[in-house]
């Protein structure tokens, strides 16, 4: 069965903090995905995604605008089309540069 999923009716809300806003758009309430959460989030100026390091392989995907990664104390200057795995033990800080929001891509799979 194929499930089709239009993003653009999947409401965001603010994030804890200022990790932006957030929407997501695959999961087990939305089409039964059992081991695999995504989600689109938008971060305005001033707002950090913190990727911690968790049981769960992580996957950033930059989809609009640009950023500054900071992987092991150094920064990376991204732009639409760059990400980031994350292994389990592995954390990130992703933050918003220039002058349009950022749109990430955020896909979480637990570690088989």
Known sequence: ?????????????????????????????????ENVVGALRWLAPGETLEAAASDKNQLIYLMEGKGVITLNAKDYEVAKGAGIYLAPTESASIRQAGSDKLKLFHLVVPRP
């Open 1 to 33: 069965m194929t499930t089709f999923i239009d993003t653009n009716k999947i409401p965001a809300v603010k994030a804890p903090g200022a990790q932006g806003t957030v929407a997501e758009i695959l999961n087990r309430d939305l089409c039964g995905a």
